[in-house]
């Protein structure tokens, strides 16, 4: 064990402020990183977890929310359906509407007055096909939660907008003022800004929105072979002519998280945060190292009385940063932890990204070796006559 370790983990308690002043400064970033990361996932969760391979989307889309405008032409359904290892397409449509829960009449309620507990939200609507194992279920939909979505007039609500819309699975309501049921209550599918309802196709149709008209949305489409989903969206680009753009699965989710960034505002609140993060986590551990180091400047001395070279001694103490730095990273990697699973407990799933984790974990050991770099000035007082005092 090197010297500088040693040092740290026997006198942890003078190094704790700059392992925590990192840490936090870590889950400052990662926090509204992992939230706004989480929030775009809570868009497109009925997507991600489609069992769709590719996605066929419009010419100059960059992402599922920018998808060129009027969306596809229908007539591309049949030639996508000509490629040999396709074996299910199926246009992505929704709709929005007015929804209001139902609440009994207790008798009290003045003629022409709201009644209590009464709701009106605009939501909106996104379809599956009701259909074991068909393209638009998300995997983890369950064939029981199939079959009540598939009874007319069926809608599944996720559990973090049953307050909000004030029902309950068994409950009835109205959209668009037409009665819908609430049979199934799904988990994962968190409501961030607004209210979703899941239905399916046909129940769509029989309230009149569904959309039949010469362009769809997003085209989805399930091969026979998932492994060879980019091969087989580069074939079916070979053959597009600028009709419209095929993507895996993956690279349409990746496209999705990318564009997040491409909105000032959030590009604005990160780059805030990780500077305050480097303000804050640099001076804190700056002038921590410092004080460590000047409490201990008699240990230095002794080691130069004992021939260790100052440039020795200016490594020990770069060591003692990086693995500063570490815990720093270590802890900070916990905390987030613990305040993801907190917003989970609130409906809130944060997502974080592999690359960006690693980004921001060498972000905080640069604000450890910095703040290192700055307190090496200190050493300058270890001189070993002092010791003779």
Do not use: C
């Not at 909106?124 to 029981?144: E, K, L, M």
């Amino acid at each position: 064990m090197s010297l500088a370790l040693a040092t740290l983990l026997y006198e942890w308690r003078r190094y704790m402020a700059a392992v925590v002043a990192l840490a936090f400064s870590g889950l400052l970033v990662l926090a509204f990183l992992g939230m706004f990361m989480g929030i775009g996932k809570a868009f497109t969760a009925q997507i991600d977890r489609a069992r769709a391979d590719v996605m066929i989307l419009g010419p100059g889309a960059t992402a599922l929310f920018n998808g060129g405008p009027n969306g596809v032409p229908r007539r591309l359904i049949p030639l996508v359906y000509s490629h040999p290892e396709v074996l299910q397409v199926a246009p992505l449509d929704g709709s929005g509407g007015r929804f209001q829960n139902i609440v009994p009449d207790d008798g009290k309620t003045a003629p022409g007055a709201k009644p209590k507990g009464r709701k009106t939200e605009f939501v909106n609507a996104t379809i599956i096909d009701a259909v074991p194992g068909f393209v638009t279920v998300p995997t983890d939909y369950t064939n029981s939660m199939i079959e009540a979505l598939r009874r007319p007039y069926a809608i599944a609500v996720d559990q973090t907008a049953l307050k909000r819309l004030g029902v309950k699975k068994g409950d009835k309501a109205l959209y668009n003022g037409k009665t819908v049921y609430v049979t199934v209550v799904t988990t994962g599918y968190p409501n961030m800004m607004q209210a979703t309802i899941v239905m399916s196709r046909d129940t769509l149709r029989m309230l009149g929105e569904a959309d039949t008209g010469p362009r769809v949305g997003p085209l989805m489409v399930k091969i026979s072979d998932p492994s060879r989903a980019e091969i087989v969206a580069a074939q079916l680009n070979a053959k597009a002519d600028g009709k419209y753009r095929a993507w895996t699965r993956q690279e349409l989710a990746d496209a999705n998280s990318n564009s997040l960034f491409k909105e000032s505002f959030i590009s604005i609140i990160l780059f805030f945060a990780l500077f305050m993060g480097a303000v804050i986590g640099m001076a804190i551990t700056w002038q921590t190292l410092r004080g460590a180091i000047m409490a201990n400047i008699k240990e230095f001395a002794s080691l130069r009385a004992l021939g260790v070279s100052m440039g020795s001694l200016r490594t020990i103490v770069m060591e003692l940063s990086f693995w500063v730095g570490v815990a720093g990273i270590l802890a900070a990697g916990v905390f987030t932890w613990l305040v993801a699973r907190v917003a989970l407990m609130f409906g809130l799933p944060m997502d974080f990204p592999p690359t960006m984790v690693i980004g921001i974990a060498i972000f905080l050991l640069v604000i450890a070796i910095v703040s290192g770099l700055l307190s090496l000035g200190i050493l300058k007082k270890s001189q070993p006559a002092d010791l003779l005092r």
